[in-house]
């Protein structure tokens, strides 16, 4: 009964009809029949669509149910479930099959075709351990029917539990992959199903509908989860809660798309229905899937544009462009900017003018002269008088970065301070001092930037490098030290375009896509530890031709753990034992600022025949003498680490080679980085095959990197969906910026749920 003050009582029979006593928790759930009352939580009746806020808020706690409330899920089941993330309904509903088994009929074992899995009956004719001549011991049983015989073995085995499930005369239903051995058919650790005295396959098939005459998914395991148990959770999961899973976005967009209703796609990919296409299903290609893609990427998309036009109304810094540093730096630069440096330069002068912050990336290969560009934006930003931070990923790069510009800067008188966190006591005090008193006009450093401690005079801009590795909190952060100053993000990590939309899909893109002029295409092999003697010789043709070499090692010194070779110990090898004729020097992380500079400046004073150094040299040293690059143990780099090495060469109108030497033993992943850096030098398709290798996750080199985790999405394979789901995004962000109309009211709400504080959007709730 509703009372007048809004409060509901439940008779105490309606709670026993339902099973419930005075205590327990109830849900009331509105229907067209009036109110259901069950146990909290309860599922709705399948087809039924939301009519108010009540049902959305019981949806919602529905979803929110945890696993351990489930049919068949006890406290074992809910830990091993919890080690793969999924704790409630909702991140069971989103645990995809990564494959299908098509079980939808029995062959006969005659029928049986090597490569496919299948489905087949009949009786153990004999089953025990046998050994081979080698001394290999597996488990085969011979499985009959009226067709034929076919042989299960088992590599891995239990020889206890197998002789006594697998006993002569019994009878069962089989799954799993043909193959072919010699004149023999034979299956591999099949799935059985075994059938009682007298019980007919059909029956067995009749009383397990999960895992016979359909398409059985196949999910992924963690150990100690079976895939039985788990389809069984997972058909109890989807038959009560996926009519649970409402689309919150606006109908007439889910017509446009062609998309289904998010309770029949999630369906669909879990128990699809008889006539479905597998091939479609494993690609990820049917509507179902489109479906739950499309939602995905639509509700990011949704956050970058709220971002991008937020960072648009802001008010912001409008620069004057009084050329007061950059016209001198210019003409002290040995050499002019290319067309897509001016290019890149001139929208970053336009995007600086305007009333409204910056937020540009700048993406270009190895070499083509992001570091000016950047710096040419700094000097603007300091001939308005305001203050230009620098951020780096690591020591190393903001050092680089540190070198790099402070030697043109001494000549502008433009004030350079460097800020790492191994910067300690009166140095750390003295570096935040001249920085809160606006003295340092220019700061580079890493993380140790953003640090509470450290307070700007007046930060007017915020230049983040490698952005990959830094997510969208860490350039809010950097946003924060100053009143809403400009951002611009630089890369020489090209990224594929799918890639740029997901990540940096609230920044406008800039790309420098043209190379200095005199910079010649690298010749690249791969060379095993037998070729070795002929390296040694290259590098003693080119010093003797008056060129330098670089040598690269993966560590500084060697450990009784690691057989990589180390660059102290092989620098003092070369030395000594190869190369003794000539000027050698080391590089590495472990030595101080003023060291590594004096080696570089030796370096590229030609005082230095071959530098040994890490990957401490991947960024910011230019000499365009140097026309070999050797690198150690190349399969243990990254593709674009290898690419961003590579790049040290080539600078110059000399013939240039990088050798990737590698003892031989290579993994199946190692040997297609090394293939790729041999076939091409194009930054963008070297990114593209890292991205095909590692993954996104590993591709952006951390997960805090940015990248969402996506449940369902593959940005690889997905990309025209992404496009699809951004021009529908932004649509609705510049038709209705707040999203107050009552048509994207749920776009809001479920907005803010999925994304508010990972994209920073604390202003949509």
Not at 127 to 151: N, P, Q
Not at 658 to 681: F, H, N, Q, Y
Request: aromatic share 6%; glycine share 8%; net charge neutral.
């Amino acid at each position: 009964m509703l009372h007048d003050d809004g409060t509901l009582s439940i008779p105490a029979a309606v709670l026993k009809e339902a099973g419930l006593g005075p205590g327990d928790p109830v849900t009331v759930l509105p229907t067209e029949d009036g109110l259901v009352v069950a146990r909290a939580p309860i599922a709705p009746v399948s087809g039924e669509r939301a009519q108010s806020p009540v049902r959305d808020s019981i949806n919602r706690k529905n979803l929110e149910t945890s696993m351990q409330f489930i049919k068949g899920v006890g406290p074992k089941l809910a830990e091993l479930l919890g080690r793969k993330g999924i704790a409630t309904v909702e991140d069971a509903l989103y645990l995809l099959p990564n494959r299908y088994e098509d079980r939808r009929q029995v062959l006969p074992v005659a029928k049986l075709r090597p490569g496919a899995t299948s489905v087949f009956a009949g009786e153990i004719v004999s089953a025990d351990v046998v050994s081979t001549k080698g001394g290999r011991r597996f488990f085969e049983a011979l499985v009959r029917d009226a067709s034929g015989t076919i042989s299960c073995k088992w590599f891995n085995f239990n020889p206890a539990f197998l002789k006594k499930s697998w006993k002569r005369g019994r009878r069962g239903i089989f799954t799993g992959l043909v193959s072919q051995f010699g004149l023999q058919r034979e299956v591999h650790h099949p799935d059985v199903e075994w059938l009682a005295e007298g019980e007919t396959v059909e029956a067995v098939m009749a009383r397990d509908p999960v895992t016979f005459g359909r398409l059985v998914p196949v999910y992924p395991l963690t150990e100690g989860l079976h895939q039985k148990t788990l389809r069984k959770v997972m058909k109890e999961v989807v038959d009560r809660f996926a009519p649970c899973v409402e689309s919150a976005l606006p109908p007439t967009m889910a017509q446009r798309q062609g998309l289904l209703p998010l309770s029949d796609a999630l369906r669909t990919v879990h128990f699809p229905g008889e006539d479905s296409d597998q091939r479609l299903l494993e690609e990820g290609r049917n509507p179902a899937h489109r479906t739950l893609v499309f939602d995905e990427f639509f509700f990011l998309e949704l956050g970058l544009a709220l971002k991008k036009r937020g960072v648009v109304v802001e008010p912001g810094i409008s620069f004057s462009v009084n050329h007061t540093f950059t016209k001198p730096l210019l003409k002290l630069l040995p050499f002019s900017l290319t067309n897509a440096q001016r290019r890149v330069l001139a929208e970053i002068k336009e995007d600086m003018m305007a009333p409204h912050p910056m937020h540009r990336l700048v993406q270009g290969d190895v070499g083509c002269g992001k570091t000016l560009v950047a710096l040419m934006a700094a000097l603007v930003a300091v001939e308005n008088g305001y203050q230009v931070a620098i951020m780096a990923p690591t020591e190393i790069l903001a050092e680089q970065h540190y070198l790099n510009i402070h030697r043109w800067c001494d000549e502008l008188g433009v004030q350079v301070a460097l800020l790492t966190s191994s910067l300690k006591g009166k140095a750390k005090s003295e570096a935040l001092d001249r920085v809160a008193r606006g003295e340092a006009q220019i700061v580079v450093g890493t993380h140790a930037v953003i640090q509470e401690k450290v307070e700007f005079h007046r930060l007017g801009l915020g230049i983040v490098d490698e952005q990959h590795r830094f997510g969208v909190i860490q350039r809010g952060l950097l946003r924060k030290k100053g009143e809403n100053p400009d951002i611009l993000v630089m890369t020489a990590t090209p990224i594929p375009r799918t890639l740029a939309m997901t990540v940096f899909g609230d920044l406008s893109l800039s790309v420098i896509d043209e190379l200095p002029p005199g910079r010649t295409p690298v010749e690249t092999r791969v060379c095993f530890e037998s070729r070795r003697g002929q390296v040694y010789g290259i590098i003693r043709e080119e010093v003797a031709k008056g060129h330098q070499t670089y040598v690269i090692y993966p560590l500084v010194e060697e450990t009784e753990k690691s057989d990589l070779k180390a660059a102290t110990q092989m620098a003092e090898h070369l030395a000594n034992d190869i190369f003794p004729e000539l000027r050698l020097g080391i590089l590495h992380g472990r030595m101080k600022p003023e060291e590594k500079e004096a080696v570089m400046r030796s370096f590229k004073e030609r005082e230095i025949d071959i530098l040994v150094a890490t990957t401490v040299i991947e960024v910011g040293i230019d000499v365009p003498n140097a026309t070999v690059m050797v690198i150690e143990h190349a399969e243990r780099f990254g593709l674009s680490q290898l690419h961003q090495l590579r790049g040290r060469v080539g600078r110059g109108s000399g013939r240039s080679r990088c050798i990737l030497m590698t003892p031989g033993k290579l993994s199946e992943d190692g040997e297609k980085r090394l293939r790729v850096m041999e076939a091409t030098t194009d930054g963008f398709r070297i990114a593209e095959a890292d991205l095909e290798i590692r993954g996104p996750g590993d591709f952006l080199g951390t997960r805090q990197a940015g990248l969402p985790d996506f449940r369902v999405a593959n940005i690889l394979r997905d990309g025209r969906i992404l496009e699809a789901a951004r021009g529908e995004a932004f649509t609705v962000v510049e038709r209705d910026p707040e999203l107050a109309l009552p048509e994207y009211a749920n776009l809001r709400t479920e907005l803010a749920r999925r994304w508010g504080g990972r994209l920073e959007l604390a202003g949509i709730a």
